[in-house]
């Protein structure tokens, strides 16, 4: 048998964070708020009412649509999506189908697929991008199931991919990708564990080499990164071994059991008749022109790759890059790092800290580099300089400083006491360096700075 290829599509929902709903104007934020506390009667589909199109949510989604390439659609509409949910009261969902916010897009990712290995790169074509509201939330107790309407009309934003992704370790990167791209925009804090980014994929299984996919099975209520890639990987193995075995996929929805690491079948998968689309009488058509989309334009920002490329070229290791990227510090860090021209990993390690500008920490750096400052020398130059711009030179001489000759004296009394060690290290025994600075550093106390010292010790042993 051939081998077989995974194929996988994600559609994506993220909840914009306008200060309003979708069609009302009811508090979008319903964080910490009693159930049932932040709805209308239009929110609630009560009869005789109407909806007004919220134009934060429409810039917003246009916007999105733009940091991943889309073509902006000039007209735009909604539609009613039927089907019954308990969380649903209107008994159907207004959405953007036949005229969606944009389409025909894509976003080139990076990731490390294990420390220390160069990182992959991949594209994902954005199928379409389109806005719609979001249903209520049900809460299951022990005596039943209960509904917090709360959530109903929260605009969202729908990403649907195309079936460019073939491992669950590149559907994780593409959604931390997504991530970051709401987050830089301001548009949605995206925390999958409150619900505000959440993720539906469509998967199936084909012989290498084929034109055509296989049959395809949608997997729900996945939460969070690790549970998304988890999931994905016990679906991948489970149509392997059907297929393998002589069995057929059945088109179906299927759910992730957090608890036993499974995914569950649920329901026969619809198609897209089982909705009965059609326009929302409701509502006008939206018509952005081209000036409009050009001024949109305006509000962009580098993506989050382009980012990490700049941070690349500075040779700062790459898990280091992600890091600094997930705590919102990548942007300083290349703007610091560029200005004061220092050690890459230096400015990494101080970046976290509150300076009065930029400019001012690059003045801090290059005098710790120029002074070739410990880290403890670092430390008490930052508490004199009160994060802000200083006379460096006065500072530095008021620090208390290790002068270098005594750090050699005891270097040569480390390796006196311990010969065996330093004949190790001379006949190509790593581990004896560590040894050695151990016993360097237990000597010198806080005042030893492990990177100005073990050039010293290798250079004596050698």
């Given at each position: 048998?051939?081998?077989?290829?995974?194929?996988?599509?994600?559609?994506?929902?993220?909840?914009?964070?306008?200060?309003?709903?979708?069609?009302?104007?009811?508090?979008?934020?319903?964080?910490?708020?009693?159930?049932?506390?932040?709805?209308?009667?239009?929110?609630?589909?009560?009869?005789?009412?109407?909806?007004?199109?919220?134009?934060?949510?429409?810039?917003?989604?246009?916007?999105?649509?733009?940091?991943?390439?889309?073509?902006?659609?000039?007209?735009?509409?909604?539609?009613?999506?039927?089907?019954?949910?308990?969380?649903?009261?209107?008994?159907?969902?207004?959405?953007?189908?036949?005229?969606?916010?944009?389409?025909?897009?894509?976003?080139?990712?990076?990731?490390?697929?294990?420390?220390?290995?160069?990182?992959?790169?991949?594209?994902?074509?954005?199928?379409?991008?389109?806005?719609?509201?979001?249903?209520?939330?049900?809460?299951?107790?022990?005596?039943?199931?209960?509904?917090?309407?709360?959530?109903?009309?929260?605009?969202?934003?729908?990403?649907?991919?195309?079936?460019?992704?073939?491992?669950?370790?590149?559907?994780?990167?593409?959604?931390?990708?997504?991530?970051?791209?709401?987050?830089?925009?301001?548009v949605s804090d995206a925390d999958m564990e409150k619900g505000q980014m959440r993720c539906d994929a469509n998967i199936s299984m084909a012989e290498e080499g084929s034109s055509e996919l296989g049959t395809l099975v949608e997997l729900k209520n996945m939460n969070s990164f690790r549970f998304?890639?988890?999931?994905?990987?016990?679906?991948?193995?489970?149509?392997?071994?059907?297929?393998?075995?002589?069995?057929?996929?059945?088109?179906?929805?299927?759910?992730?059991?957090?608890?036993?690491?499974?995914?569950?079948?649920?329901?026969?998968?619809?198609?897209?008749?089982?909705?009965?689309?059609?326009?929302?009488?409701?509502?006008?058509?939206?018509?952005?022109?081209?000036?409009?989309?050009?001024?949109?334009?305006?509000?962009?920002?580098?993506?989050?790759?382009?980012?990490?490329?700049?941070?690349?070229?500075?040779?700062?290791?790459?898990?280091?890059?992600?890091?600094?990227?997930?705590?919102?510090?990548?942007?300083?860090?290349?703007?610091?790092?560029?200005?004061?021209?220092?050690?890459?990993?230096?400015?990494?390690?101080?970046?976290?800290?509150?300076?009065?500008?930029?400019?001012?920490?690059?003045?801090?750096?290059?005098?710790?580099?120029?002074?070739?400052?410990?880290?403890?020398?670092?430390?008490?130059?930052?508490?004199?300089?009160?994060?802000?711009?200083?006379?460096?030179?006065?500072?530095?001489?008021?620090?208390?400083?290790?002068?270098?000759?005594?750090?050699?004296?005891?270097?040569?009394?480390?390796?006196?006491?311990?010969?065996?060690?330093?004949?190790?290290?001379?006949?190509?025994?790593?581990?004896?360096?560590?040894?050695?600075?151990?016993?360097?550093?237990?000597?010198?106390?806080?005042?030893?700075?492990?990177?100005?010292?073990?050039?010293?010790?290798?250079?004596?042993?050698?």
């Amino acid at each position: 048998m051939a081998k077989l290829v995974p194929t996988i599509g994600l559609e994506i929902h993220v909840q914009l964070k306008t200060a309003s709903k979708m069609f009302c104007r009811c508090n979008n934020d319903a964080e910490g708020k009693d159930p049932n506390t932040t709805v209308c009667p239009v929110c609630m589909g009560f009869p005789g009412t109407l909806p007004v199109t919220n134009e934060q949510a429409i810039k917003w989604g246009a916007l999105v649509g733009l940091m991943l390439e889309c073509k902006i659609n000039n007209f735009q509409r909604f539609d009613r999506k039927n089907y019954f949910y308990p969380d649903l009261p209107k008994g159907y969902q207004v959405s953007q189908f036949f005229y969606p916010v944009g389409e025909n897009g894509k976003i080139t990712i990076d990731y490390q697929e294990d420390t220390g290995k160069e990182p992959k790169e991949f594209t994902v074509r954005i199928m379409r991008v389109h806005l719609e509201e979001d249903a209520g939330k049900l809460m299951h107790a022990k005596d039943g199931t209960l509904v917090d309407f709360n959530r109903c009309g929260t605009p969202l934003l729908e990403i649907v991919t195309e079936p460019d992704i073939h491992s669950s370790r590149e559907a994780k990167a593409f959604l931390q990708e997504l991530q970051r791209v709401v987050r830089s925009l301001g548009v949605s804090d995206a925390d999958m564990e409150k619900g505000q980014m959440r993720c539906d994929a469509n998967i199936s299984m084909a012989e290498e080499g084929s034109s055509e996919l296989g049959t395809l099975v949608e997997l729900k209520n996945m939460n969070s990164f690790r549970f998304i890639e988890k999931a994905l990987e016990f679906e991948l193995k489970r149509q392997t071994e059907v297929i393998e075995s002589g069995g057929e996929i059945t088109k179906e929805t299927r759910g992730f059991d957090e608890k036993n690491g499974t995914t569950l079948s649920q329901r026969s998968k619809e198609e897209f008749n089982d909705y009965r689309y059609f326009p929302e009488p409701d509502l006008p058509p939206i018509n952005l022109s081209e000036g409009d989309i050009n001024e949109l334009k305006n509000g962009l920002i580098e993506l989050p790759s382009v980012l990490r490329k700049k941070a690349i070229e500075t040779d700062l290791v790459y898990s280091r890059i992600i890091e600094l990227q997930e705590t919102d510090k990548l942007l300083r860090f290349v703007n610091v790092f560029k200005e004061a021209n220092v050690d890459a990993s230096l400015v990494a390690n101080w970046v976290g800290k509150k300076w009065e500008s930029d400019t001012s920490l690059a003045g801090f750096l290059q005098t710790i580099s120029k002074e070739k400052l410990s880290s403890t020398e670092a430390n008490q130059l930052y508490k004199l300089a009160g994060e802000s711009d200083q006379n460096w030179g006065d500072l530095v001489s008021k620090i208390e400083r290790l002068d270098i000759k005594d750090i050699e004296k005891i270097i040569d009394e480390v390796i006196a006491d311990n010969e065996k060690a330093a004949s190790e290290y001379k006949a190509g025994e790593q581990k004896a360096i560590g040894f050695l600075m151990g016993q360097i550093m237990k000597k010198l106390g806080a005042k030893g700075d492990p990177s100005v010292i073990k050039p010293l010790l290798e250079e004596k042993i050698s």
